[in-house]
C-alpha cells in the first residue's frame, strides 16, 4: 500500500495562488500514476488533474486546465499542485491519489486525507 499526506492548503484572496504537496510513503512512489481530486462544500468530489509515473505525461479537467498544474518529484517522493489565479468557487478540499494509469482517473489505488483551500477577499 502506498500512504498519501497533502499539505500547503489555506485562506488565499481571489486572484491569489497556493502550491499543494502530496507526500507518499510505503510503496515505491515512481510506480504510481498521481492524480489531483477537489470537493467543495455540498458537492460531489471532481477531478482536476493527473500526472503519469515518470512526470512525463499529464491530463487536466477543462474546468482547471491552464491554472493548476501538476509536477512530481520521484526522488522526494512527491506530487504537487500549483493553484493559481484562484477564484471562489476553487475552494475545497484537495485530494492527492495514487492511480492505475494517469489516463484512468476512476481506477483510485489510495486516497489522501486532503488538505483545504479556501480563496475568499
Known amino acids: 500500500q502506498v500512504y498519501l499526506v497533502e499539505s500547503g492548503g489555506g485562506l488565499v484572496q481571489p486572484g491569489g495562488s497556493l502550491r499543494l504537496s502530496c507526500a507518499a510513503s510505503?510503496?515505491?512512489?515512481?510506480?504510481?500514476?498521481m492524480g489531483w481530486f477537489r470537493q467543495a462544500p455540498g458537492k460531489e468530489r471532481e477531478f482536476v488533474g493527473a500526472?503519469?509515473?515518470?512526470?512525463?505525461?499529464?491530463y487536466y479537467a477543462d474546468s482547471v486546465k491552464g491554472r493548476f498544474p501538476i509536477s512530481r518529484d520521484n526522488a522526494k517522493n512527491t506530487v504537487s499542485l500549483q493553484i493559481s489565479r484562484l477564484k471562489p468557487e476553487d475552494t475545497a478540499v484537495y485530494y492527492c491519489a495514487a492511480l492505475r494509469d494517469y489516463s484512468d482517473i476512476g481506477g483510485i489505488i489510495a486516497w489522501g486525507q486532503g488538505t483545504q483551500s479556501t480563496v475568499s477577499a
Open positions: 500526472i503519469n509515473w515518470s512526470g512525463g505525461g499529464t
Open positions: 510505503g510503496r515505491t512512489f515512481s510506480s504510481y500514476a
